[in-house]
């Protein structure tokens, strides 16, 4: 124990690896009970943040600015794009002003599958708030801020 005033607590390997494990497990949970509830209305993550962008966007998009805009290479996401147009849920659209460029543009069932994304989404959401409470939420948030 360190009983100086003013001097911060000594913290020993083992319990900052302890703590690292632990948060990068609860990551993991979180993120397989996010791709699992995705998963439920037939997408996976990625899909559903292309999908999410599309809608928000309000219009189609260029490749590229999809991939921007969900932080991947342009090859993924043509390969991204090639799997929501196989199930319908995008189509491809030549841009008029320049044949090399080609936009996607949500379909109806790619609204109405983002949609069901989106609750489910919301659903884990409010799932993990209620798990932590007020209390442990905010003093989760001022750690992970700490971390940054």
Do not use: W, Y
């Not at 397989?32 to 997408?43: D, F, H, K, T, Y």
């Not at 292309?50 to 342009?74: F, H, I, K, N, P």
């Not at 090859?75 to 659209?93: F, K, P, W, Y």
Request: proline content about 1%.
């Amino acid at each position: 124990m360190n009983d100086i005033v003013g001097q911060a607590p000594t913290v020993t390997t083992t319990e900052t690896n302890s703590v690292m494990l632990s948060l990068l497990s609860a990551a993991h949970a979180i993120e397989a009970r996010l791709e699992q509830g995705l998963a439920s209305v037939g997408l996976s993550s990625a899909k559903h943040a292309v999908l999410s962008q599309l809608a928000q966007a309000g219009e189609a998009l260029t490749l590229s600015e999809l991939a921007s805009r969900v932080c991947c290479v342009r090859s993924n996401m043509t390969q991204l794009v090639d799997r929501l147009e196989a199930e319908g849920l995008v189509r491809r659209i030549d841009d008029s002003g320049d044949r090399r460029i080609v936009r996607a543009a949500i379909t109806r069932l790619g609204e109405e599958r983002q949609a069901a994304g989106a609750d489910q989404v919301r659903q884990i959401q409010s799932e993990f708030a209620a798990a932590l409470g007020q209390t442990d939420r905010a003093a989760l948030e001022r750690a992970l801020a700490a971390l940054k």
